[in-house]
């Protein structure tokens, strides 16, 4: 973690109702400098409605938003030192990669320097070898890159991130967390709302849930991860076919299914479970497609938080 | 911010070959239309295709109906007989028909016009034409059926009419009105070339503050309300891009109609430019208060075709507003297209700048000014 203690956002008891239901209800949190902060949740728990209240995009019913003492919904200044990458590619797609970097870096104020700018921020995500085409000619990866690239040309002081390695290639996935990086060691506070459990643990220093719109639960993702499971791992099993007598000895080492296929549980001493069931599934004549023991993923946290709270 | 705005509305036009020929292409090409219909109908040059039949088959009958067709530019066709000429008048082959009976001299009505019920107006053209014609072409003639229809009242004996008859061709009939064609532009080509310029204008206008609805959706409504200056200079530039396209495709129409009408638009050029600035910015703030108020760019879609084909229709752009009934007339003032219309006539036309003209760059002005202060309270109170 490189985060110096100095605070980049600070959100205070953050609250925001539409009609009847709270998006987002009494939310506290900071993120200091150099840190990653991750958001993680279901759809609708309130992620993409605490980022656009972060960025100043919505007021608030209750509470405060303080991005370096600022107030990002007033203040310019705020505004100013905040970059945003929406999980949509929000650029000008007739437009090529550089000339939406020089919009961009000009409607967030950078007069000087604007082509030194625009030329580090396409160094930065890796997207110079593009710098001359058009977004709509662009592929997927090398849009996001573009998105990103588009989100840093400012030197933003904080940056908020929507699910930017989504649906990626594992090259532009590796060019992102890299950036990521790089923007962490260059003390950029970052924002990090994704589901990718491989995001969240090589990059977040925090990871928060959000549940109906509550801050379920906060900490460093490894913490947090012990905390919820301890020494279990998620046990998957997939058969080629249904088997009658497959489902009692799964059931017995506590996994379950769905469609009697597909069989899951978060278990104790997975790997050697793992090799127990392989064996009894063989001698009775089981086919057995896949067995995988795995680190619990971002959905089981999600669950655990929401039962925790 | 403004100037960041205007260039990526003007790349993106630029880089979008549909939008070009939407906004510079076809806007002309329509206006040649309609000014190709209404236009020459107005200054009498109906091009009438006629059928005849010449029952009489004498040298007068023969000379009328030469004058005729060398008059209707060779668009006059002989018939064998009447039936033949009913059916190709009835058919359409031919807009109307002409028959020519008996003596054109002593006759009382020797010329009988065939008019189809669909195309009345074709007729009385024929009719107007064939009069005019056998005057100019037939004094001798014409004169010897007004002998004829006053020697009862002359008391003429049979003598003086046959001495008359033998003379008569030196005497030219004395006309009774002459008609004298005043200068300045046609009015049609004008109200035309003002109809299509702001239907097209709102049309295109839609279609750039549609961009609005873009951004919203793609997220980039997020990164730009990070900008400097927030979301006023965003819109402010967005507007004055929707005015300097309105201005740049009214150029283009209205150097059309110069050229090709003699509008005279470089002797009126000032108050043509400020007219159609008005129009422009008119236009740019309905569109933009139109893409602020909707979700989604199928409900804009939706939503402002029908409000433009409405505006159009009941401003005048689609039938000239003076065929219109007075009530729909004084409806009409409620839209731009009646203001820019009744603008662009006065100071092409009349070419005048009175007060009527200063009234509609005001109202024009201040459609502008209403849709972009309504779309900029829109899009400030989406933030919240």
């Not at chain 1, 490189?2 to 009494?26: E, P």
């Not at chain 1, 060019?175 to 990090?192: D, F, H, K, M, P």
């Not at chain 1, 549940?211 to 919820?228: I, K, N, T």
């Amino acid at each position: 973690m490189q985060a110096d203690g100095s605070v980049v956002l600070r959100v205070s008891r953050a609250s925001r109702r539409y009609g009847g239901v709270a998006a987002l209800d009494d939310v506290s949190l900071e993120i200091s400098s150099g840190e990653v902060y991750a958001l993680v949740g279901r759809n609708g728990a309130g992620k993409s409605t605490f980022a656009k209240a972060a960025i100043g995009a919505l007021a608030l019913d209750e509470g405060s938003v303080r991005v370096l003492d600022g107030d990002p919904t007033r203040d310019h200044a705020a505004r100013r030192v905040i970059g945003v990458a929406p999980q949509e590619i929000a650029l000008y797609p007739h437009m090529t990669v550089e000339e939406n970097l020089h919009a961009f870096a000009t409607l967030a104020g950078v007069r000087e320097g604007r082509a030194e700018a625009v030329r580090e921020a396409m160094d930065a995500a890796a997207c110079t070898g593009r710098a001359d085409q058009r977004i709509d000619h662009l592929s997927g990866g090398w849009r996001r890159r573009a998105n990103i690239a588009a989100a840093i040309v400012h030197k933003p002081r904080l940056l908020v991130l929507d699910e930017p390695t989504e649906g990626l290639d594992a090259e532009t996935r590796g060019v992102l967390r890299r950036l990521i990086e790089t923007l962490r060691t260059r003390r950029t506070a970052i924002l990090l709302i994704s589901h990718d459990a491989e995001d969240v643990a090589s990059l977040a220093d925090r990871v928060g849930v959000l549940h109906a719109g509550r801050l379920a639960v906060e900490g460093a993702p490894a913490v947090l991860m012990q905390q919820a499971f301890g020494a279990r791992q998620e046990l998957t099993v997939r058969l080629g076919a249904h088997a009658p007598l497959a489902a009692p000895i799964l059931n017995g080492h506590g996994l379950s299914s769905q469609d009697g296929l597909s069989f899951s549980g978060l278990i104790d001493d997975a790997p050697a479970q793992a090799l127990q069931i392989d064996q009894a599934l063989r001698a009775a004549g089981i086919d057995v497609r896949e067995l995988a023991v795995r680190p619990p993923g971002i959905d089981a946290l999600i669950d655990w938080a929401g039962r925790t709270r | 911010m403004i100037f960041v705005m205007l260039r990526v509305m003007a790349l993106s036009l630029w880089r979008d070959k549909a939008g070009l020929v939407l906004a510079f292409v076809l806007p002309p090409v329509v206006f040649i239309v309609f000014a190709s219909v209404f236009g020459a109908g107005a200054s009498g040059k109906l091009d009438v295709r006629a059928g005849v039949v010449d029952q009489c088959a004498s040298a007068q009958s023969r000379r009328l109906t030469v004058a005729l067709g060398h008059q209707l530019g060779g668009r006059l066709t002989a018939y064998r007989d009447k039936a033949a000429l009913l059916e190709a008048v009835s058919s359409g082959r031919v807009d109307a028909g002409l028959i020519l009976t008996g003596d054109l001299g002593m006759t009382p009505a020797p010329a009988t016009v065939l008019i189809h019920p669909g195309r009345r107006a074709a007729g009385e053209v024929l009719s107007a034409q064939v009069d005019a014609v056998a005057a100019q072409a037939l004094p001798d003639v014409m004169m010897e059926r007004e002998i004829v229809r006053l020697a009862p009242l002359l008391a003429l004996s049979n003598t003086q009419l046959i001495r008359i008859s033998h003379t008569r061709t030196a005497i030219p009939p004395a006309p009774f009105v002459t008609s004298q064609v005043l200068s300045g532009g046609d009015p049609i080509v004008v109200y035309y070339a003002g109809a299509v310029s702001i239907l097209f204008l709102m049309f295109s206008a839609m279609q750039g503050a549609m961009s609005l609805i873009d951004e919203r959706r793609s997220g980039m409504r997020l990164r730009l309300g990070l900008s400097v200056g927030g979301v006023a200079p965003l819109l402010g530039g967005r507007m004055l891009w929707l005015i300097g396209l309105g201005v740049a495709q009214a150029l283009v129409l209205f150097a059309v109609a110069a050229v090709v009408y003699r509008v005279p638009l470089i002797a009126s050029l000032l108050p043509w430019l400020v007219t159609a600035i008005c129009a422009a910015a008119a236009s740019g703030g309905i569109a933009l208060l139109l893409a602020a108020a909707c979700q989604t760019r199928e409900q804009a879609q939706t939503i402002s075709t029908f409000v433009i084909l409405i505006l159009a229709a009941v401003g005048g752009s689609m039938a000239p507003r003076f065929l219109m009934p007075a009530a729909l007339q004084a409806i009409g003032w409620l839209t731009p297209h009646a203001w820019v219309i009744e603008a662009y006539q006065a100071v092409l036309w009349r070419r005048v700048v009175d007060l009527r003209v200063l009234e509609a760059w005001l109202v024009l002005a201040g459609f502008g000014a209403a849709g972009f202060i309504g779309a900029l309270a829109i899009e400030r109170r989406r933030k919240l």
